[in-house]
C-alpha cells in the first residue's frame, strides 16, 4: 500500500510505503499555521511504521533523515513528473499571443509572471518589493489565491494600488485562472518569478521550463536541484538579489534565450516516463 499523503493510515498484511513532500512546517515553522508538534508527532509515526519513505526531492530526503531519524536506506527519492496537455503545449504561438493580447493586453514575452498561492514560503511579498524597485516596465502578473498568512504577502501591493500614481498599473493579481488560461499566460511570459522561500519540489519551475518560459527560482530547498543550471537563482531572502535578476531578465535577450533552451532539457528529465521507472524500481526493489 502506497500513502500518498502524510497521515499515520496502516494496511495490514501488507508493505506500507508513505510519501512525504516536505518537511516545511518543521523547516520554516513560521510560514504554516499547523499545530507543529502534533505535525511532528504525525510524522515520527510514520518513520516509526513505514516500511520505506518516498520523497520527491533530494532535499526532502535528507530532510526526512536527519529531522524524523529515519535511515537512508529507508528513504528513496523519486522526484516527480511535470505534464502539460499536449494540445495546450502545442497550440499555435500566434494564436496564443492573440488570445493574451484581446483579453489581457498582453504583447508576447512582454511581461512577468508569478502565479501559485499566496503564502509566507512563496515570498510573494519580496517578489512584489523586488519588481517595484526594479524599474522595468513590463507587467507583473500574479496568479493565485490566498492561502494561510497572506496579509503580510500582498500588504505592499495593496497600499500601492490604495495610493494610485504610476506603480499601481505595474501589478495585475487574478485570484482564479483556467488551467487553459493559466498555460497561455505561463507560454507567453517573459520569465516566470518563483523565488520561494522553500519547496520540496516546485512543479512551477519546470511547467515554466516546458512550456519554454525562462524562470528565476531561488538557491533555497530543492529548488537549485529541480531547476539545476536551467534557471537564474537568487538568495529568495535578498530583495536586492531578486531585483537584479528581474532587471537582467528584463534587459538580456540572450539570457532568457538561454535559459529557455536549458529549460527545455531541464524539464525532459522529468518526464512521466522517467518518474514511472524511478517508482517501478523501487516496487520491484521491496517486493
Not at 501488507?14 to 512546517?25: G, M, S, V
Not at 495585475?172 to 520540496?200: H, K, V
Not at 533555497?220 to 536586492?240: F, K, Q
Request: with cysteine; charged share 25%; glycine share 6%.
Amino acid at each position: 500500500m502506497h500513502w500518498t499523503a502524510t497521515l499515520p493510515l496502516h494496511a495490514t498484511n501488507a508493505l506500507n510505503i508513505y510519501t512525504i513532500h516536505d518537511l516545511i512546517p518543521l523547516r520554516l515553522p513560521h510560514s504554516t499555521t499547523e499545530n507543529k508538534s502534533a505535525y511532528r508527532r504525525l510524522c515520527n509515526n510514520i518513520a516509526k511504521k513505514a516500511d520505506h519513505i518516498v520523497v520527491v526531492s533530494e532535499t526532502t530526503r535528507q530532510d526526512v533523515i536527519r529531522l524524523l531519524g529515519v535511515p537512508e536506506e529507508r528513504v528513496t527519492n523519486t522526484y516527480q513528473a511535470v505534464k502539460v496537455p499536449l494540445e495546450l503545449r502545442e497550440r499555435p504561438q500566434e494564436e496564443v499571443a492573440l488570445e493574451l493580447e484581446g483579453i489581457f493586453n498582453l504583447g508576447w514575452k512582454d511581461y512577468f509572471l508569478y502565479f501559485g498561492a499566496i503564502e509566507p514560503k512563496k515570498n510573494v511579498g519580496r517578489i512584489i518589493e523586488a519588481y517595484l524597485s526594479s524599474g522595468v516596465k513590463k507587467p507583473l502578473i500574479i496568479v493565485g489565491g490566498r492561502s494561510w498568512l497572506a496579509e503580510g504577502e500582498t500588504a505592499l501591493l495593496e497600499q500601492v494600488k490604495r495610493d494610485g500614481g504610476p506603480s499601481a498599473d505595474r501589478i495585475r493579481r487574478y485570484e482564479y485562472m483556467s488551467q487553459s488560461m493559466l498555460i497561455s499566460l505561463i507560454r507567453g511570459a517573459r520569465a516566470t518569478l518563483f523565488p520561494s522561500l522553500y519547496e520540496g519540489f516546485g512543479l512551477p519551475v519546470l511547467e515554466s521550463m516546458l512550456l519554454e518560459t525562462a524562470v528565476l527560482t531561488s538557491t533555497t530547498g530543492s529548488l537549485p536541484e529541480v531547476g539545476g543550471e536551467a534557471a537564474l537563482t537568487v538568495d529568495p531572502y535578498d530583495v536586492s538579489a531578486i531585483t537584479r535578476g528581474i532587471q537582467a531578465l528584463d534587459s538580456d535577450d540572450d539570457l532568457t534565450h538561454n535559459l529557455v533552451s536549458k529549460g527545455t532539457k531541464q524539464a525532459a528529465l522529468f518526464s512521466e516516463q522517467r518518474y514511472v521507472d524511478r517508482l517501478s524500481a523501487l516496487y520491484e526493489k521491496l517486493m
